[in-house]
């Protein structure tokens, strides 16, 4: 099939790319004339394991092309994909749907015969709606569906994730439309996964569910992380507990300083504004995003609790984006500590194996290092804030050498207190003794 993905982020370039390796002839557009001429040249923007393979095989098998122009593109498609950028409104919480809106009406004059618009984007119930309305007042004769699909990528593991998913969502009112994607998505028969056909508004609140309840879910178990502190009882072992129960499951019970990216963030918030406004509030997910909020900026107190007054003192901070295997700094949680650290007086160094590009744009007062041992060279305190391979079986004798204090505060729980109490080391972590 002719499928043109508006938007090469995240989403998009992964989306692209896989749909490509399915056998698609892919185009991706992007208004972002230098990323566009970066991708042709066989440069990948963002960090995410196998991108680069993927996208490269794809491009020499001319199945994936790149454009900065939706008019060479758009009339020969059978399906157009918005996947662009909805973050956050900053005056009032919900989703900023501006560049959604842009889309639906650039493409609206270049639709010919019958095409598929399909919002990849994550968005509020009704975008779908809207979308729609705004194609047909631009071009009241184009024959078109728009649709629903959003997506369920894990950074980190976004290829698997599209070409191994646990269900694909399809929200759609169309029955042309419907076939459209089913033959779109038919390469996945071979694994039989589940392609969940909803009405558009359920498949739209669909992904604002699932996220609320996976955050939802690390907000809780970070709070009995400090229940469990208190009473002496290991977070650890409580997860692994309630999480042999199939109701529950074990994914998403890791203690940590809080959760960020590009989705849960964002998605809780446009959540709870959404049910709001809809005259059913959602408070358990209100309570969450507060819950998050407070122990992200809660983090830097538990550094300070360690080493005492950190006027003069050094923090290395190993690990800066918000999760492993992804470049991303989005709402990382140290976005909230390096800044906190140096207004108590501490110098900061850091070290990220992929995001210190990144976090250089987005932080001032940091020393960015070349690698663990580097950023741990006379530190008065090493903190963990991301669980990177590369930083669980750390040579721990080297690292208290290079320390001017072997403190340790592992706040991703990826070390045993005794392997490196016997070090020699103070050691704190996230719910265990």
């Known amino acids: 099939m002719r499928v043109a993905m508006i938007g090469t982020g995240y989403v998009g370039l992964v989306s692209g790319a896989c749909l490509a390796d399915f056998g698609h002839s892919v185009v991706c557009v992007d208004k972002d004339q230098d990323k566009i001429a970066r991708l042709k040249a066989g440069e990948i923007p963002i960090f995410e394991p196998g991108l680069e ?75 779908g709606d809207v979308v729609d309305g705004l194609i047909r007042e631009t071009n009241p004769g184009a024959d078109f569906a728009v649709v629903s699909n959003p997506e369920f990528l894990r950074e980190g593991a976004a290829i698997d994730d599209f070409k191994r998913p646990d269900r694909v969502v399809i929200g759609v009112e169309d029955d042309r439309a419907r076939q459209v994607m089913a033959d779109l998505y038919r390469p996945l028969d071979v694994t039989a996964t589940p392609i969940v056909m909803v009405g558009r508004r359920t498949s739209e609140l669909i992904k604002y569910a699932a996220n609320g309840f996976l955050a939802m879910k690390i907000a809780f178990i970070n709070e009995v992380a400090d229940l469990c502190e208190k009473v002496g009882a290991d977070v650890q072992q409580v997860a692994y507990g309630i999480g042999l129960d199939k109701r529950i499951g074990p994914r998403f019970l890791m203690a940590g300083p809080g959760y960020g990216g590009s989705c849960f963030l964002k998605d809780t ?44 003192k050094t923090v290395a901070l190993l690990g800066l984006t918000f999760k492993p295997n992804t470049d991303d700094m989005r ?101 265990r003794g």
């Not at 004059?109 to 984007?121: A, E, G, H, Q, W």
Request: hydrophobic share 45%.
């Open 53 to 127: 393979e993927l996208v490269q095989a794809n491009v020499k098998g001319g199945r994936l092309s790149f454009s900065t122009d939706p008019a060479e593109v758009v009339g020969d498609c059978d399906a157009v994909f918005i996947a662009v950028g909805t973050p956050t409104r900053e005056e009032d919480g919900h989703a900023d749907l501006s560049y959604v809106h842009a889309v639906a009406r650039e493409i609206a004059p270049l639709l010919r015969d019958f095409t598929v618009v399909v919002n990849k984007s994550t968005v509020p119930v009704g975008t």
């Open 269 to 312: 918030l446009a959540l709870t504004r959404t049910a709001q406004e809809a005259g059913a509030p959602i408070s358990l997910i209100e309570a969450t995003v507060e819950s998050n909020a407070n122990r992200k900026k809660s983090m830097a107190g538990r550094v300070s609790a360690m080493t005492g007054d950190l006027k003069g």
């Open 331 to 431: 709402d990382a949680p140290s976005l909230d500590m390096a800044p906190a650290l140096i207004a108590m007086g501490a110098r900061v160094q850091a070290y990220d194996p992929e995001g210190m590009e990144e976090a250089a744009r987005l932080m001032s007062g940091v020393e960015f290092r070349d690698g663990p041992y580097d950023a741990v060279q006379g530190a008065d305190a090493v903190v963990i804030l991301t669980e990177w391979d590369q930083f669980r079986a750390l040579d721990l004798d080297r690292v208290k050498m290079l320390m001017n204090r072997p403190l340790m505060i592992d706040l991703r729980n990826v070390y045993r207190p005794e392997d490196v109490r016997v070090r020699g080391f103070t050691y704190a972590s996230i719910g």
